[in-house]
T-cell receptor, first 112, second 113 residues
Framework: EAQVTQNPRYLITVTGKKLTVTCSQN?????MSWYRQDPGLGLRQIYY???????DKGDVPEGYKVSRKEKRNFPLILESPSPNQTSLYFC???????????FGEGSRLTVL | QQQVKQSPQSLIVQKGGISIINCAYE??????FPWYQQFPGKGPALLIA?????SEKKEGRFTISFNKSAKQFSLHIMDSQPGDSATYFC????????????FGIGTKLQVIP
């Protein structure tokens, strides 16, 4: 089954404790991206990757890091989480030459 | 800077009625306009999309109307059903490949029996 898998789905952590949200896709997509969803703000792009070892900032990259060492994986790293990073996070992927984004089921993060 | 403005933020429609969600964009280079549907606890999924070479696209009960000169596009859900209750996001992007997708803020639709 074609899918984008995120882990963990739910996480409660404390300020400053580094965490990683993993994202993996099995569709051989070149493009992968992270979004955060907040009430009244919609989906905002954090980072995206055009292919292995190629990443770029989205609209709200502050406080986040990413890496793309393998085509299928695109982890999101919060090195020192803060309460304003409490949000619902989505990973998405798409082929290079197609517009449709395929989303994961989301990771709800709470930073205390 | 919100490049895609979506309204309304919430919408309540009677079963069988027409749901209409509107979006406006600023960047004339945008050439791909999708609508995503999101159910609670799930990720968004593509519902329908349009490119600016056509003014309307219909798939079942869902229709996108596109007005290039006004830089506006809208989603119409005919014969709305309770199962259509979800959050709808419009989006826009330009070019193919690696261009980023900009989303509207979303519309929470509730269809009441």
């Amino acid at each position: 089954e074609a899918q984008v898998t995120q882990n963990p789905r739910y996480l409660i952590t404390v300020t400053g404790k580094k965490l990683t949200v993993t994202c993996s896709q099995n569709m051989n997509h070149e493009y992968m991206s992270w979004y955060r969803q907040d009430p009244g703000l919609g989906l905002r792009q954090i980072y995206y990757s055009m292919n292995v070892e190629v990443t770029d900032k989205g609209d709200v990259p502050e406080g986040y890091k990413v890496s793309r060492k393998e085509k299928r994986n695109f982890p999101l790293i919060l090195e020192s989480p803060s309460p304003n990073q409490t949000s619902l996070y989505f990973c998405a992927s798409r082929p290079f030459n197609d517009g449709e984004l395929f989303f994961g089921e989301g990771s709800r993060l709470t930073v205390l | 800077q919100q490049q895609v403005k979506q309204s309304p933020q919430s919408l309540i429609v009677q079963k069988g009625g027409i749901s209409i969600i509107n979006c406006a964009y600023e960047n004339t280079a945008f050439d791909y306009f999708p609508w995503y549907q999101q159910f609670p606890g799930k990720g968004p999924a593509l519902l329908i999309a349009i490119r600016p070479d056509v003014s309307e696209k219909k798939e079942g009960r869902f229709t996108i109307s596109f007005n290039k000169s006004a830089k506006q596009f809208s989603l119409h859900i005919m014969d709305s059903q309770p199962g259509d209750s979800a959050t709808y996001f419009c989006a826009a992007s330009r070019g193919g490949g690696y261009q980023k997708v900009t989303f509207g803020i979303g519309t929470k639709l509730q269809v009441i029996p």
